[in-house]
């Protein structure tokens, strides 16, 4: 675990080095053999635009790194689900970055490179336009295993292994081994600091499961996002949605009577009020979830904004003392995601304790007696 940990950390804290090695002359056009003594800043500005845009999209194949010599991508495919008429499957490389067509059962397809969406098209390849530029193709329902979706198959499974041994761990006695050791301090921590104060010592026992998880998940994602990969999954709306949702259903699946008393007729206050507090409550029941999905998408998609925005700077600059300049302040601000990466995971965290112990407390009410 202790291994495991340290190699999080150092590729965090080093990624601007490694990301050198994929800068945004590498983008995935023909002109990626272009020297960047060749541009002009104008030319600069795109590219670098471009990188950081590229850095924080999803895609279809898991790209390591490029060679700025011949434009060569390297890196493995991910398999392509698509349902259009039928299932349609095959690997992202007979897409090729965009630059191929993809056959399978007769139909042929196409991936768009700005917009990273997969179309149906004809045997040529052709994209049609809307008006406003839009591509007009159809688009089959996309069902495929993304770098997003392999990493965070890839993270449930780190994080089911390494609670599988801690838990092990304990079966010759009581104190801590291995992974343990730093492990229970945190799970502690959440116990004490967060479940117990938010929920209650009577039903916080019942929401540590997802507690736990949802803040391990969350945090090694973090730390994954930090890695020269291009990995930004908590920075998808689309995953901290599903996370947003899931702390929504527990919430109110599990809520007691007073929880509901609570929104739809408040005791204690006259009638006229209930009734224009109510649709209040209810519309505050669907603001919450979408205050923990909006919170962890805008800081870590910004927090990655804002790295690569530095990094392509570096390159956007001729002068060594403002490369350098940089360098050290995007060194600086990995350091400073080292802590939102675990701030994020605790804030989330902290909120949906706060919504469960909302929905598990039980009011003595005067009337009642």
Not at 21 to 28: F, K, R, Y
Not at 125 to 144: K, M, Q, R, W
Not at 271 to 277: A, D, F, G, S, Y
């Amino acid at each position: 675990m202790y291994k495991v940990v340290r190699i999080l950390l150092v590729l965090a804290v080093l990624s601007p080095a490694f990301l050198f090695a994929n800068n945004p002359e590498h983008g995935h056009d023909e002109h990626a053999t272009t020297s960047k003594t060749d541009l002009t800043p104008d030319e600069k500005r795109v590219k670098n635009t471009e990188f950081v845009k590229h850095h924080t999209k999803d895609s279809h194949d898991f790209g390591l790194f490029s060679n700025e010599a011949t434009g060569a991508h390297y890196g493995f495919p991910l398999p392509v689900i698509l349902w259009d008429e039928g299932v349609h499957f095959f690997m992202s490389s007979k897409l090729d970055h965009g630059h191929s067509i993809a056959e399978s059962n007769g139909k042929f397809y196409k991936l768009d490179s700005h917009s990273g969406k997969i179309y149906r098209t004809d045997s040529n390849g052709e994209f049609t336009h809307d008006e406003e530029g839009h591509v007009s193709n159809v688009a089959p329902l996309d069902f495929s295993v993304t770098k997003n979706v392999f990493v965070t198959m890839i993270m449930c499974l780190l994080i089911f292994l390494l609670f599988r041994k801690v838990a092990r761990s304990y079966g010759s006695g009581l104190a801590p081994t291995g992974a343990a050791k730093f492990l229970e301090p945190i799970v502690v921590f959440i116990r004490d600091e967060i479940a117990i104060p938010n929920i209650g010592e009577k039903h916080y026992k019942k929401y540590m499961n997802y507690l736990l998880t949802v803040f391990f998940f969350i945090w090694f994602l973090n730390l994954a996002g930090m890695t020269p990969l291009g990995v930004n999954v908590t920075g998808n709306i689309a995953l901290t949605f599903g996370l947003a949702m899931i702390t929504f259903i527990i919430t109110h699946v599990t809520a007691k009577k007073d929880y509901w008393m609570h929104i739809f007729w408040m005791p204690g206050i006259p009638v006229p009020m209930k009734i224009l507090l109510a649709p209040i409550e209810v519309i505050g029941m669907f603001v919450k979830p979408f205050a923990l999905m909006i919170r962890l998408y805008a800081n870590m998609l910004a927090g990655h904004i804002v790295l690569g925005s530095l990094i392509a700077a570096v390159y956007y600059f001729s002068n060594y003392g403002a490369k350098g300049a940089f360098l050290g302040l995007t060194f600086f601000m990995n350091l400073i995601e080292l802590l939102v990466a675990v701030l994020q995971a605790y804030i989330f965290t902290m909120l949906t304790a706060l919504y469960f112990g909302s929905a598990s407390a039980e009011h003595e009410h005067a009337e009642e007696h």
